[in-house]
């Protein structure tokens, strides 16, 4: 892409990964469109959504994937981690299993991803859970372990939903910006441009 252009969009790949029932579906849709749905939404194998922002002056593309948590759907998902330049990694703050996991999510980020600088954002969704077992301290803890950020997010009370995606395309964006201005991060996102918030699901 040239840099030169008045109306130049750069476009990053974003995924959103972890555990099943985690709420990554309602993360990305009350980003997305600012809206919680009204029943529950198994993601099967890959979905994705395009959102368009501007930061700093920069105009951005997302195409942010949406990953089924099944462990019968991981060949799949993790096909998509190669060429993506920014990955959410969500549990929620209700489910210990989830939590625990992260760590296997992490892993399979640094054996998948081709990319040695993808930006990578923990989230602890579901803070306005009353069943809550794992603390804010405990998610801050773990984060600083794997030297990566941190939010608690709540997509049913919409609560640091667009601060955590804005934040991931911000370190993105940095990223992009530390490599040569000829380089363009346009690389594996999908051919077929999904226009007015459109989404396109793939088969399985």
């Not at 990319?115 to 998610?139: F, H, P, T, W, Y």
């Not at 794997?146 to 609560?159: G, H, K, R």
Request: net charge positive; with cysteine.
């Amino acid at each position: 892409m040239s840099l030169n252009k008045e109306h130049q969009e750069i476009c990053f790949k974003l995924l959103i990964i972890g555990n099943q029932a985690v709420g990554k579906t309602c993360l990305l849709l009350r980003y997305w469109k600012s809206k919680f749905p009204n029943s529950n939404i198994t993601t099967q194998g890959i979905d994705y959504y395009i959102k368009k922002l501007e930061i700093n002056k920069k105009k951005l593309k997302l195409y942010i994937w949406d990953t089924a948590g099944s462990e019968r759907f991981r060949t799949i998902t993790s096909n998509y981690f190669k060429a993506a330049h920014g990955i959410l990694v969500a549990y929620s703050v209700e489910d210990q299993e989830s939590f625990e996991k992260v760590g296997s999510w992490i892993q399979c980020i640094k054996e998948k991803c081709d990319n040695a600088n993808i930006s990578i954002l923990l989230v602890g969704n579901k803070s306005d859970s009353k069943q809550r077992v794992v603390s804010l301290e405990q998610g801050e803890k773990l984060a600083e372990q794997y030297n990566i950020p941190f939010q608690e997010t709540s997509a049913l009370d919409n609560i640091n939903v667009s601060e955590s995606f804005d934040q991931l395309a911000i370190m993105c964006l940095d990223q992009y910006e530390i490599k040569s201005s000829t380089i363009s991060p346009q690389s594996n996102i999908p051919k077929k441009k999904q226009e007015n918030g459109e989404t396109k699901k793939n088969c399985c």
